[in-house]
């Protein structure tokens, strides 16, 4: 038998490692507040741009400030562009980015989560798999500006095929920001496939099932929340996007709502965009009521995504 | 020094004669990528009866059984060698339709795996890909009744399975299988997760199962083997295989009775009364 270890040979430090531990934990409360932070301080810089012209300038009323605040919204919504401050609006950009949020949706939810879908349950392990595997990874890393050059000249010009060339249409605007977003469904649609237990899996298997069987009916079920969580917060990238939908013209200067996925259109990131661009101080205001509808407009979608996760993403799994 | 092969794969003799063979392997081996998994493992399951495969872990007894139903194709680079007949047919032929196979060859898991479904669709999803026509309800209610679950389940088929308890769920499990009616019911350590009570209703069902079906059980319990099974198979690892893989060989394969009363391999008997293992 060793002998028993005397106290002395250790060197508790209880001070040291006391501190350690609040420490660590103060200073991962401050790198969660450095996003906290800075969210307030824009949403707040936002909100004071419109209000100071908006509304009265009477801040002890705060109650008139928030009817003026969202009439003022309001009138945005049902204005369309124009070179006076006072009638200029962001109809034809948020119509022309609900469409294309439609128009992407139809796009790239199919071929992502097939994409992944045949690399998760069907691809035999290997180099092809790999290299499709990296390809992927780097697409999702590649700027937006370099989809909307891709954009531009396969899908407007068609590399100068006038026939099958889109032009600067919802067609065009739309499958770039597909290409644009694909990535990163094909990536989230993965992970949710492989929280799918093989037991299961197995299981189904066991019974008789074809791969097509497992898939359908206890792969694809299990992970939807996974999925559409994913997918979800995708799509309010591509609503966001600036850059790929200025490469692909998608005008700053249309004065209407599009009438059909081959019209000519702008979107609203775009809009805000253009009206910041310009000179006059009252212009600022309008960019950033745009602003705040487009963030509405993303807050409403990330909340969707927390919904979904929170109501199909409870039940007990194995 | 390397055991003769041929001498250990008959040291048990053959299986009690008068059960018609349902399985038959003869030389069967295992592959995963380059390694051996098994080696030439002959012998022949009996109808209507328990067959147990006991042994160390890592000694290749999933392996084997999940030969019997295709499951290894799931795994990548797995590949058999000799034969392996189940009605006629070579199972370690790569056109046996492996699907239909499956649906023949039932099979119940170590964990209990019920599907995130209610317990009605639980027993009616297999039965209904593989297109049976007649009445579900009265089939769900056979094959739960079958499983001894009907009585604690029957008021609540629409709650999940999920929701039941370890040994209801592997009854679940087993409710499952019944309901695509199979021949043969492979289970892998099917109460190696459960209490004692519950392994011992999943014992008593076997026991009732039998009159109707053919069952492979793999099983660490040495006490289940004896208690339930009519034939044993005791599996070892090659000390012969000295190429740093894990070589798993059947060094003994008789009845129950004789196994565990006079075992024939010293290794049986090495394994079996606890001295190694």
């Known amino acids: 038998m060793s002998t028993p270890a005397t106290s002395s040979m250790y060197e508790p430090k209880r001070l040291g490692r006391r501190l350690a531990g609040p420490i660590f934990g103060a200073l991962c409360l401050f790198a969660t507040l450095i996003g906290v932070v800075v969210l307030a301080v824009l949403l707040g810089s ?73 690399l998760e349950e069907y691809a035999p392990a290997g180099r092809l798999k790999q290299l499709i595997q990296i390809n992927i990874a780097n697409l999702a890393g590649v700027p937006s500006i370099v989809y909307g050059i891709l954009g531009l000249a396969f899908f407007v010009r068609a590399f100068g095929w006038e026939k099958v060339a889109l032009g600067p249409t ?10 644009l977003i694909l990535p990163t469904i094909v990536i989230a649609t993965r992970e949710a496939l492989r929280t799918v237990p093989n037991s299961l899996r197995q299981a189904a298997v066991a019974l ?14 299990s992970s939807i929340p996974g999925i559409l969580t994913g997918t979800i917060l995708a799509l309010s990238r591509a609503i966001g996007e600036t850059a790929p939908l200025l490469m692909v013209e998608a005008a700053g200067s249309i004065l209407r709502v599009p009438r059909g996925p081959g019209d000519r259109y702008t979107a609203l990131p775009v809009e805000i965009y253009s009206y910041a661009k310009q000179p006059e101080a009252e212009f600022q205001t309008v960019a950033a009521g745009g602003i705040l509808l487009l963030l509405a407009l993303l807050l409403t979608m990330n909340s969707i995504a927390i919904v979904i996760r929170n109501r199909y993403g409870r039940g007990p799994r194995n | ?36 998994a098994l080696r030439e493992v002959t012998l022949d399951i ?62 119940v898991f170590q964990k209990p795996n019920p599907f995130p479904k209610s317990i009605y669709q639980n027993v009616a999803w297999g039965a209904r890909i593989n297109g049976y026509k007649g009445e579900m309800d009265e089939l769900v209610e056979r094959s739960l009744r079958r499983a001894a679950l009907w009585d604690e389940v029957k008021s609540k088929l629409n709650k999940s399975g999920l929701d039941l308890s370890g040994g209801q769920q592997q009854r679940l499990c087993i409710a499952r299988t019944l309901a695509v009616e199979p021949e043969v019911i492979l289970m892998d350590e099917p109460c190696s997760a459960l209490d004692p009570i519950s392994t011992a209703r999943v014992e008593d069902l076997m026991e009732d199962l ?55 391999d010293p290794r049986t008997e090495a394994y079996i009364t606890g001295r190694i293992g």
């Open chain 2, 1 to 36: 020094m390397k055991p003769p092969v041929a001498t250990l794969i008959h040291s048990g003799g053959p299986p009690a004669p008068e059960a018609k063979i349902v399985i038959s392997a003869k030389r069967l081996s295992v592959w995963y990528g380059s390694s051996l």
């Open chain 1, 170 to 179: 919802l067609w065009a605007g739309s499958l770039t920001l597909s290409l």
């Open chain 2, 210 to 264: 039998k009159k109707d079906y053919t069952i492979v059980i793999v099983t660490h319990n040495m006490q289940q083997a004896r208690r339930t099974s009519d034939m044993t198979a005791c599996l070892m690892l090659d000390d012969a295989a000295k190429d740093g893989h894990r070589t798993g060989i059947v060094v003994e394969f008789s009845t129950t009775a004789r196994m565990f009363t006079n075992p024939q």
């Open chain 2, 46 to 107: 009996p109808c209507n009866r328990i067959t147990s495969l006991i042994g160390p872990s890592g000694c290749g007894k999933s392996t084997l059984l999940r030969c019997f139903n295709r499951m290894n194709d799931l795994i990548p680079g797995a590949r058999m060698e000799g034969t392996l007949e189940f009605d006629g047919e070579d199972l370690t032929s790569p056109g046996v339709d492996a699907v239909a196979l499956r649906r023949r060859i039932g099979m």
């Open chain 1, 46 to 118: 936002v909100f004071a741009l419109v209000t100071r012209y908006a509304t009265s300038e009477n801040w002890s009323s705060w109650l008139a400030n928030v009817g003026g605040l969202s009439s003022y919204l309001g009138n945005l919504l049902s204005r369309l562009q124009s070179s006076d401050p006072e009638s200029a609006g962001f109809r034809a950009g948020v119509f022309g980015s609900l469409w294309l949020l439609g128009m992407v949706t139809l796009f790239s939810i199919p071929v992502g989560v097939g994409a992944a879908v045949y």
């Open chain 1, 208 to 221: 008789g099932a074809t791969r097509w069987q497992v898939i359908r009916d206890h792969v694809l079920p």
